[in-house]
């Protein structure tokens, strides 16, 4: 009974320190040297992504996503946003789901927009991804196109961590332009 006490309360801890990871507030050179650099890193390890960062009408990439769970989750991160190449602004994710699930994992989190449509809906403020929004999880041998759900398709890259569970939320997003 005991330890069951103890397992939870460093369970709790290590969402509370892992939530916190991806939230932490870098300078903007920071950030986007970090986006550079896992941009760079997805198109070396998944060449076909590259034709995405190239032809997508923008992309947000939020370089370093933290995320903790034990029942409850929660995952936050900082991100770049970029319009035809162009940074426009910045964006923060923040992510909040319930169910059956333990542990932590960092991630790399890309959204690309296929429309400047899909793009303006989130630039205009706080977007929302919907809990039945999917994403594409990139690993060795993936070889398929992305699907695109109102103009805009989610891929993530695991950079460590173990989670396992079923769980039910969606993520925000804030958009501010850069300056």
């Not at 103890?6 to 969402?15: E, F, S, W």
């Not at 986007?32 to 941009?39: C, G, M, P, S, V």
């Not at 790399?108 to 977007?127: C, P």
């Not at 060795?140 to 769980?167: C, E, H, N, Y």
């Amino acid at each position: 009974m005991k330890t069951n006490n103890i397992l939870k309360t460093v369970m709790v801890l290590l969402v509370l320190v892992l939530a916190s990871c991806g939230s932490a507030k870098k300078t903007g050179d920071d950030l986007l040297a970090d986006a550079r650099e896992e941009r760079a890193m997805i198109e070396r390890e998944y060449p076909m992504m590259a034709n995405y960062f190239n032809e997508a009408e923008g992309y947000a990439i939020f370089p370093n996503v933290g995320k903790g769970a034990y029942i409850i989750g929660g995952a936050s991160g900082n991100g770049a946003v970029y319009e035809n190449g162009n940074l426009v602004g910045y964006a923060d994710l923040k992510q909040v789901d319930v169910g059956l699930q333990l542990g932590g994992k960092s991630f790399v989190e890309v959204l690309f927009f296929e429309t400047e449509e899909a793009l303006e809906r989130f630039k205009n403020g706080s977007y929302e991804l919907g809990a039945n929004a999917s994403a594409v999880i990139l690993d060795k041998g993936f070889s398929r196109d992305l699907d695109f759900q109102d103009g805009v398709a989610v891929v993530t890259v695991p950079k460590g961590g173990a989670m396992a569970g079923i769980s039910v939320g969606g993520q925000r997003f804030d958009f501010t332009p850069a300056q």
